[in-house]
């Protein structure tokens, strides 16, 4: 089966609540909240739909700071987040393929889809994973390096 993909609105951000709700297992209210007070970056991010207009990925983009993902870096480590925070950069806030296109290469498409804007614009991706996700083999395979970790998340960076 086919599918397209498609930038995303504003106009999705209530798709993107309904998908991390489900997938992550995240409480609905908490989900809401944060995708109301996110700085998304909806011209980079994309939604793919199948041949039945069923969308199955999304991929959010976000133009939070590394401190508003995580305030303890600057308190271990303030020159790290400087140096960091000098460059330019844009944070992957959820990238979520539905179940039966996992392995395929829906997820590889949907960020070659905006590979050359992310090159032309920023220096690296951020990328939060939460420990329990399995996602971080994944992006250590684009090339992806750890530079901090917390008690939630692993935070890797992404060279653009």
């Known amino acids: 089966m086919a599918y397209t993909l498609h930038r995303m609105t504003s106009a999705d951000a209530p798709l993107t609540v309904d998908w991390m709700t489900r997938q992550y297992g995240f409480d609905r209210r908490d989900v809401e909240e944060w995708v109301g007070n996110l700085k998304f970056n909806w011209p980079l ?16 983009m976000s133009d939070y700071r590394i401190e508003e993902e995580t305030a303890r870096i600057r308190q271990d480590n303030p020159e790290l987040l400087a140096r960091l925070n000098s460059l330019r950069y844009t944070a992957v806030f959820s990238f979520i393929v539905r179940e039966d296109w996992r392995g395929t290469r829906l997820n590889y498409d949907m960020l070659t889809e905006i590979m050359p804007e992310l090159k032309a614009g920023y220096d690296f991706l951020f990328i939060p994973v939460l420990h329990r996700l ?26 653009l």
């Open 45 to 60: 991010s994309v939604k793919a739909v199948d041949d039945n207009g069923d969308v199955i990925g999304l991929l959010n």
């Open 134 to 159: 399995k996602t971080h083999s994944y992006w250590q395979r684009w090339g992806a390096v750890e530079f901090y970790r917390d008690s939630d998340c692993v935070y890797y960076m992404l060279t």
